[in-house]
T-cell receptor, first 113, second 113 residues
């Protein structure tokens, strides 16, 4: 079982560039999430999805977009990268029941210079 | 709105000593509470969770936490620290009927030989 797979692991962007962070899970989970982690700030929810075709904003959605065309994939798009988006990004998934745990990917470290 | 406060961004303990990580939450409804651990260069993993029932919850790797409603706390403890416990620990809360987690800022644990 691969679990939650994120690519790439590292990326450096120039200001104004665009990129897509990929996330795939093979556990048939309905719920998927994108978090960003900044030092001392914990994890902040960017977007989440409760199933294919359904997405919703989290705490910090500005500057990001998502889509969920399949159960397995939940890509995160940065359209015009800004230095404030320098962070570590984690994708996670869960079964969606009230007592479930989140399964996390290993993260993408993004620097915007 | 719900929130989580972790007291102390860094904790240093000697090997074999007690590990105590503090977490206080605020929630307008009965919460579900979680502790996650993040080892270097990895995603988060669930240590333990409280949903309903017994207020003392045991998790993996010898950790346990006690839900104290009167103190709005969910502190994490381990009687005897091991070198492998060096990691960052996150407390998280969710509404009983919700599908999103709110994370604390994290506490990094250093274990000294």
């Amino acid at each position: 079982n691969a679990g939650v797979t994120q690519t790439p692991k590292f990326r450096i962007l120039k200001i104004g560039q665009s990129m897509t962070l990929q996330c795939a899970q093979d556990m048939n989970h309905n719920y998927m999430y994108w978090y960003r982690q900044d030092p001392g700030m914990g994890l902040k929810l960017i977007y989440y999805s409760v199933g294919a075709g359904i997405t919703d904003k989290g705490e910090v959605p500005n500057g990001y977009n998502v889509s969920r065309s399949t159960t397995e994939d939940f890509p995160l798009r940065l359209e015009l990268a800004a230095p404030s988006q320098t962070s570590v990004y984690f994708c996670a998934s869960s079964t969606g029941t009230l007592v479930e745990k989140l399964f996390f990917g290993s993260g993408t470290q993004l620097s915007v210079l | 709105a719900q929130s989580v406060t972790q007291l102390g961004s860094h904790v240093s303990v000697s090997e074999g000593a007690l590990v105590l990580l503090r977490c206080n939450y605020s929630s307008s409804v009965p919460p579900y509470l979680f502790w996650y651990v993040q080892y270097p260069n990895q995603g988060l993993q669930l240590l333990l969770k409280y949903t309903t029932g017994a207020t003392l919850v045991k998790g993996i790797n010898g950790f346990e936490a006690e839900f104290k409603k009167s103190e709005t706390s969910f502190h994490l403890t381990k009687p005897s620290a091991h070198m492998s416990d060096a990691a960052e620990y996150f407390c998280a809360v969710r509404k009983a009927a919700g599908n999103k987690l709110t994370f604390g800022g994290g506490t990094r644990v250093l274990v000294k030989p």
